[in-house]
């Protein structure tokens, strides 16, 4: 079972760049989430997608988009990176409304320079 | 609003036990959980507790649920230094998500 994949596992930017970091579950789940993990704040939400078709912003929004492209896929963009863009970004996925058996992917280390 | 607190250093010696203690807000979480994060990993969820239990024991693990004072912790016992990882409290939120603490780094000295 792959779980929660995402790709790249690491990339580094120029400031202004832009990128798509993807993830795709193959446990059938409903809802699929992004956060972002810096050193001594823990996990923050970027943005949520409850179900297919829909998706809403979390705690940190500014400066990102995503895009629900079907059940599997859940993809995070970056229009024009900024250094404070740089982190480790998590994937996850889960039942619908439910958060027994979140599953995590393995993430993605982004700097922008 | 919606917050989870935590320590964020603990160091034990090896073979000691270690506590881990978190306090969080909202008392309509169903679950409480635990995670931990090796370096330069993912999140692994080491453990979970429903909100009508006090306690919940699994192998080195103790979960304590006081959800009057909305406090959650978590011991460790026998800590090995393979134990030495960042650990995260972790409540449910409004939109479906977890809302985690900032991580407790766990060192482990033999």
């Known amino acids: 079972n792959a779980g929660v994949t995402q790709t790249p596992k690491f990339q580094v930017l120029k400031t202004g760049q832009s990128m798509t970091l993807q993830c795709a579950q193959d446990?059938?789940?409903?809802?699929m989430y992004w956060y972002r993990q810096d050193p001594g704040m823990g996990l923050r939400l970027i943005y949520y997608?409850?179900?297919?078709?829909?998706?809403d912003k979390g705690e940190v929004p500014n400066g990102y988009n995503v895009s629900r492209l079907n059940k599997r896929e859940f993809s995070l963009r970056l229009e024009s990176a900024a250094p404070s863009q740089t982190s480790v970004y998590f994937c996850?996925?889960?039942?619908?409304?439910?958060?027994?058996?979140?599953?995590f992917g393995s993430g993605t280390r982004l700097t922008v320079v | 609003g919606e917050d989870v607190e935590q320590s964020l250093f603990l160091s034990v010696r090896e073979g000691d036990s270690s506590v881990i203690n978190c306090t969080y807000t909202?008392?309509?979480?169903?679950?409480l959980y635990w995670y931990k994060q090796e370096p330069g990993a993912g999140l692994q969820l080491l453990t979970y507790?429903?909100?009508?239990?006090d306690m919940k024991q699994d192998q080195r693990l103790t979960v304590l649920l006081n959800k009057k004072d909305k406090h959650l912790s978590l011991r460790i016992a026998d800590t090995q230094t393979g134990d030495s990882a960042i650990y995260f409290c972790?409540?449910?939120?409004?939109?479906?998500?977890?809302?985690f603490g900032k991580g407790t780094k766990l060192s482990v000295k033999p």
């Open positions: 996850a996925s889960s039942v619908e409304g439910r958060t027994y058996g979140y599953t």
């Open positions: 446990m059938n789940h409903n809802s």
């Open positions: 997608s409850a179900s297919e078709g829909t998706t």
């Open positions: 909202d008392s309509s979480s169903t679950y």
């Open positions: 507790i429903f909100s009508n239990m």
């Open positions: 972790a409540e449910e939120g409004s939109q479906g998500n977890l809302i």
